[in-house]
């Protein structure tokens, strides 16, 4: 069973394979064995970041997992993921359209065993190795960016990096935006912050329990359940260097955007499609 089905992963593929750079075959004598396909690369990339687990895992007769750690490191450095991402954000903002008016942000610990970068002790699981990640939200949910951090570090100073993210992306910002946050940033520092970005906030006060469907948090809290429940690759960090997790993030958004892309296309369409009933009034 695919770790995608194949109306999202094809499109997907289609898109990534007009980012990917042309591969360098000096081989002196021309007798190497043949490159693997990047489609096969590709499939076992996404198995690994829905699945989890060591790439000697996923590795099997028609790529090993060395060839699949060599290709990663090759598309990263050529910046494919990131890149990816930005289309299909771009790609949903002309079709569908952000809601950047109203932001929500969030902090979640995730275990990172091997440790590596952007990992500390979680004070939440006995000072065991864990990674935070800093996730924006939109106004329909979708994450548009992640700043990856330890599992110590507190949300309040990782606000601001977190928003710098929209700067990442050329569109045009609304004038008025609304930041909602719970009650871990409830203090003078954050208000000070959001002022200075000229934004407006709502947070949750400290000590007063509010439910979460009561307010807009619940879509960042959804995204976050999102990353953790369906990619076993973001739910426990085995990768230890900086550049690859940010590559594998990059990728699960990619996902996320992509599904929510193709559901409401579909849902207009199908309403667009709908025959009209004519009633008679007389």
């Known amino acids: 069973m695919p770790a995608l089905p194949s109306s999202v992963i094809d499109p997907l593929f289609s898109q990534f394979e007009t980012l990917l750079p042309v591969p360098n075959d000096v081989h002196p004598l021309g007798c190497h064995r043949p490159r693997v396909p990047d489609r096969v690369v590709f499939d076992k990339l996404i198995t690994r970041l829905v699945l989890g687990g060591a790439y000697t895992k996923h590795a099997d007769e028609k790529v090993s997992a060395t060839t699949l750690r060599a290709r990663r490191d090759e598309w990263i450095t050529a910046g494919v993921f990131s890149r990816l991402e930005q289309i ?138 999102w990353h953790t429940r369906g990619f076993g690759l973001l739910q426990v960090v085995l990768d230890r260097v900086d550049r690859v997790q940010q590559a594998w993030v990059c990728l699960a958004n990619t996902i996320i955007i992509l599904k929510r892309l193709l559901q409401e296309s579909w849902t207009q369409c199908r309403w667009a499609n709908r025959p009209v009933k004519r009633y008679d009034w007389r």
């Open 88 to 225: 299909v954000v771009e790609a949903f903002d002309h079709v569908i359209g952000l809601d950047l008016s109203h932001l929500s942000v969030d902090g979640c610990c995730v275990k990172a065993p091997s440790g590596g970068h952007n990992t500390g002790p979680n004070p939440t699981d006995r000072a065991k190795s864990g990674q935070k990640r800093s996730v924006p939200t939109e106004g329909h949910g979708l994450p548009i960016g992640v700043i990856l951090a330890g599992a110590n570090r507190h949300d309040s100073p990782l606000l601001r990096p977190t928003l710098e993210c929209l700067s990442r992306f050329d569109f045009f910002l609304p004038e008025s935006i609304r930041v909602d946050l719970d009650s871990g940033y409830d203090s003078d520092v954050t208000r000070e912050l959001l002022a200075e970005l000229g934004c407006e906030s709502k947070i949750s006060p400290r000590g007063t329990y509010i439910e979460i469907n009561h307010t807009r948090r619940w879509k960042v809290e959804r995204t976050n359940s």
